[in-house]
T-cell receptor, first 113, second 117 residues
Framework: GAGVSQSPSNKVTEKGKDVELRCDPI?????LYWYRQSLGQGLEFLIY????????KSGLPSDRFSAERTGGSVSTLTIQRTQQEDSAVYLC???????????FGPGTRLLVL | GNSVTQMEGPVTLSEEAFLTINCTYT??????LFWYVQYPGEGLQLLLK?????DKGSNKGFEATYRKETTSFHLEKGSVQVSDSAVYFC????????????????FGKGTHLIIQP
């Protein structure tokens, strides 16, 4: 079946602009996760959803970052007033349930000029 | 907090050589341990996992054994191929079950493996 998909695959934006990154999890997966992969920091966990709920937002790097999930499926990660240090690959993963194996999407490569 | 330490490389080997990539971890509870692989131009894929002490995960000729006494989960393969060239990530989850804990995976920095013909 289809895996986790993410869009766009690449995004170039100017400093100060807002961006939205989208994740489509595997059908039937109730848990969804966002990570960031950058040269300096490696792979960082950002936030997870169980259904539409995100119980812990403390992993988000700043208050410019927000995420939502609707209908228990698609999720969007929004970065407001982007900064150059936001440049990274943003990865989404989903799992059948919490505590189950996570499957990753191909990522969105964000470049902030 | 939790952490994972692994050799960053690059690690360069000849085809058919024996591979070891070291991974050690720090965790407060009873983590599940994972190796993920990222082939050039592709997304992260789960390679293998182990959910409790002394478990051995294996896949595609790769093996890793969960060693609680040394807090390690070293990745090994007896004879590597050019197609094994990739970046390998060791990771942990505090889940007591099959993995993917509620607070996300903690990853090592990744080891870039290059296999030469």
């Amino acid at each position: 079946g289809a895996g986790v998909s993410q869009s766009p695959s690449n995004k170039v934006t100017e400093k100060g602009k807002d961006v939205e990154l989208r994740c489509d999890p595997i059908s039937g997966h109730t848990a969804l996760y966002w990570y960031r992969q950058s040269l300096g920091q490696g792979l960082e966990f950002l936030i997870y959803f169980q259904g539409n709920s995100a119980p812990d937002k403390s992993g988000l790097p700043s208050d410019r970052f927000s995420a939502e999930r609707t209908g228990g499926s698609v999720s969007t990660l929004t970065i407001q007033r982007t900064q150059q240090e936001d440049s990274a690959v943003y990865l989404c993963a989903s799992s059948y349930a919490l505590l189950e194996t996570q499957y990753f999407g191909p990522g969105t490569r964000l470049l902030v000029l | 907090g939790n952490s994972v330490t692994q050799m960053e490389g690059p690690v360069t080997l000849s085809e058919e050589a024996f591979l070891t990539i070291n991974c050690t971890y720090t965790a407060t509870g009873y983590p599940s341990l994972f190796w993920y692989v990222q082939y050039p131009g592709e997304g992260l894929q789960l390679l293998l996992k182990a959910t409790k002490a002394d478990d051995k995960g294996s896949n595609k000729g790769f093996e890793a054994t969960y060693r609680k006494e040394t807090t390690s989960f070293h990745l090994e393969k007896g004879s590597v191929q050019v197609s094994d060239s990739a970046v390998y990530f060791c990771a942990l989850s505090e889940s007591m079950y099959s993995g993917g804990g509620a607070d996300g995976l903690t990853f090592g920095k990744g080891t870039h493996l290059i296999i030469q013909p």
